[in-house]
């Protein structure tokens, strides 16, 4: 299952130029920018695992693009995401994240019901590989 | 946020027919490589050779870029640089000038300067030094690194130093990237060459090795001057010929580091004046006093009774 996460996520996978043109498009906001990965691809798994530490003083997109290849060399079957932090009072958050990297067999959601009192019922969703 | 399918619809519109000549002149104008030109004339001081040099590269990267767009040549020609010279002889400045000169030209694409030196690159223990050198890589991304002093990178005495390690990060980096960055490696002459000859593969990739020749008395007199109109300050006439001995005899001393020697001694002109203005002054001092370093101010220097016994104001 396609999972759909972030900026993006509906539309074909971005090619590295697209990737280096969002960048750049962060940098000239002045964002901050990480990359992360996980396989654990779970709408509630919101912390996923730096690679590096994020990228503060950057002023090319090429600079991140080095990140990305060389997570993708050592996870290549791994959720990879761009994180692009904006650090302006007020905002203090991350302004835009997408995905550049997927399994190449993406897992699915599985959701078990459980009735509990008063007929409510709690769903559980776990990830299928 | 950008639209993710712009770089489609380019790639998919109908080829743009080739140019099939280019105009040289209209493009000189168009890119302001003459603005870069004329203002390393207007602010530095002599370097008659380096300024040539620069001329002749700015003409070749020029001729390179209307040969790509006429679809001559595909490469991105190496423009690594070695720049040779002594201390304070303006190799930053110049690479300051180049990074602004390579990207009117479009050769890099943010035309930021980044100056680093041994300590920024090489790491204090293992594993250290990597992350170290890619973090520096990564932040000249797009811009020009320019690294001083660059042959303190290699220890032939020390085996087991990081610098080598570097050394293999930067190598790798100039060749594979070159259309992401440019290295200007810089340092004295006699070791730089030395440093060439044990690392063959630096001198294989840097196409422009520029020589900066030292200033000549007049020259640094001229740069003193600017360097006073800067801050305001003006020399008297006796204090100006009196500097010109400060010059000459300062060069026969050690530790003579070119603009750099006239600089401090400039500021060591102006505290002695500061100090004569509030030994002196009864009342009111004119703006003129404030602003004018007097004969005496440079004469009380340490160079005109003998020389340096210790080392004082490189």
Redesign the interface.
Known sequence: MRITQG??SF?PD??D??IT??IE?CLNNSWAIGVEYTDDPHPRNTYWTMW?NP?F????????M??VRACRKAFPDHYIRINAFDSTRGFETVR?SFIVNRPKVEPTFAITRTEVRGRTVNITMTVVK | MLNPHATDAKAEGAPVPRPTSVDLAADFRDSGVAEVLAQLDRELVGLKPVKQRIRETAALLLVDRARQKLGLTQDTPTLHMSFTGNPGTGKTTVALRMADLLYRLGYVRKGHLVSVTRDDLVGQYIGHTAPKTKEVLKKAMGGVLFIDEAYYLYRPDNERDYGQEAIEILLQVMENQRDDLVVILAGYADRMDRFFASNPGFRSRIAHHIDFPDYEDEELLSIAGKMLDQQSYHLSDEARSVLMDYIRLRRTQPHFANARSIRNALDRARLRQANRLFDTAKGPVSVDALSTIEAEDIRASRVFAGGLNIVEGL
């Open positions: 900026c993006f539309l971005l090619t130029e697209q043109a969002q498009y590096g990228m003083d950057l002023r090319d997109a090429a600079g991140v080095l990140e835009m």
